[in-house]
């Protein structure tokens, strides 16, 4: 059984409007994945507001906004990891990166090729996944791409949020932070390249 709890964490930010702090205990039917760990103390030592919901496993975006209190579909990050060749020849033949968009976009393929530079680009499967994560399934990855050694492109349209919110490594568990403080944590390329609405 799982139950849903909200965890408010604050190490700094109280000027803002974000201080306080409410932990809750709660029950899992299984262990959290250890990245969630990872990224709490990371935002514990850099003194970073976040918050933290624990909730019913979800894979999409529509499924997350559903169970995040106080946060929209667009605040949702998706964290897609993808197999790209690189089209100057200076770098890796093929690699993977992340990229990072707005839980209500997709990105465009056509952009990612012309202003990122690359010239195939295709979906990490879900073993390819597993492995580079340390097991993490598809929905979960969260847009930390230094975590698991990949150079993390993010849509410049994440940063219209001041907040953002992610599956943290678990389907389980996101975690909601201030949108410049993900980056100037993840100092993140950024670039304009999801699919615009008129496009779809």
Not at 104 to 129: C, H, I, M, P, Y
Request: with cysteine; glycine share 8%.
């Amino acid at each position: 059984m799982v139950i849903f709890v909200h965890v408010l964490l604050c190490a700094r930010k109280a000027s803002r409007g974000y201080g306080g702090i409410s932990i809750t205990y709660y029950y899992m039917s299984e262990s959290i994945h250890p990245t969630v760990d990872k990224i709490e103390s990371l935002l514990r030592e850099n003194g970073f507001w976040y918050e933290r919901f624990l909730h019913e496993p979800v894979r999409t975006s529509e499924e997350a906004a559903a169970v995040r209190t106080g946060y929209l579909q667009k605040q949702g990050t998706k964290s897609l990891i993808v197999k790209v060749k690189d089209a100057t020849g200076t770098g890796p033949n093929k690699r993977f990166v992340m990229l990072v968009v707005p839980g209500d976009k997709q990105f465009d393929k056509k952009k990612v090729k012309s202003e990122l530079g690359f010239t195939d680009v295709r979906f990490a499967n879900e073993d390819e996944v597993s492995q580079i994560t340390g097991g993490i399934l598809p929905g979960g990855v969260p847009p930390f791409g230094n975590l698991f050694e990949l150079p993390v492109y993010v849509d410049v349209s994440v940063f219209e949020n001041e907040k953002v919110i992610f599956n943290a490594g678990d389907r389980r568990v996101s975690i909601g932070m201030l949108s410049a403080d993900y980056r100037a944590l993840i100092a993140p390329i950024v670039h304009s390249f999801v699919l615009e609405t008129d496009s779809l």
